[in-house]
Structures are given as C-alpha cells and as structure tokens.
C-alpha cells in the first residue's frame, strides 16, 4: 500500500512539473495552436496514469494500478537520479 502511495506521489509531481511548464509556455507563447495538440495528449496522458491509478485502487485492483503508476514514476525515478549525479559528480563535459 505504501508503495502505491510513493508511486503516486511521484507520478503527481512529474505531472504538476509538466502543468508549470504548459501554464508558463502559455504566457510566453511558446505553447501556441502549432502545438497545442501536443500539449493536449501529453496532458491527457497524465492525467490518465495519475487518476486510473487511484480508479483503479478503488476497485481493488491494485497490481495494475502500481503497473500504472510505474509507467510514469521509473524513467522519472531515473531521470531525477541522473541529474544528482550530474550535480555531485560535476562532470567534464568535453
């Protein structure tokens, strides 16, 4: 159960980074009707990984929710450890 919450967690965090960077691509216009459709589906996607995931806990089904929730939260997990090591690690870049 507690895994199921990490997972979340982390699913709605890279999820409301994605919601700052739309709301701020609005206001400076890079987000515009060229693109919007992205924007749109990448949107749509997590909301449906972020509210299936609880959807589906609430129908006991709790394996599939964690393999929902995983879809999201591992390259994230991922992802978030390669930047630490990056910023630890202070690579030479050349």
């Not at 206001?27 to 997590?46: A, E, H, K, M």
């Not at 879809?71 to 202070?90: E, H, R, S």
């Amino acid at each position: 159960m507690n895994l199921f919450w990490i997972l979340w967690g982390i699913d709605a965090l890279i999820a409301l980074i994605a919601l700052y960077f739309f709301f701020i691509g609005l206001v400076d216009g890079s987000v515009s009707s060229f693109n919007i459709g992205i924007w749109g589906l990448l949107l749509i996607g997590l909301a449906v990984i972020v509210f299936g995931s609880l959807w589906l806990k609430s129908v006991n089904q709790l394996g599939l929710a964690k393999g929902l929730l995983s879809i999201l939260a591992i390259p994230g997990i991922l992802y978030a450890l390669f930047i630490l090591m990056i910023l630890i690690g202070n690579p030479r870049w050349n």
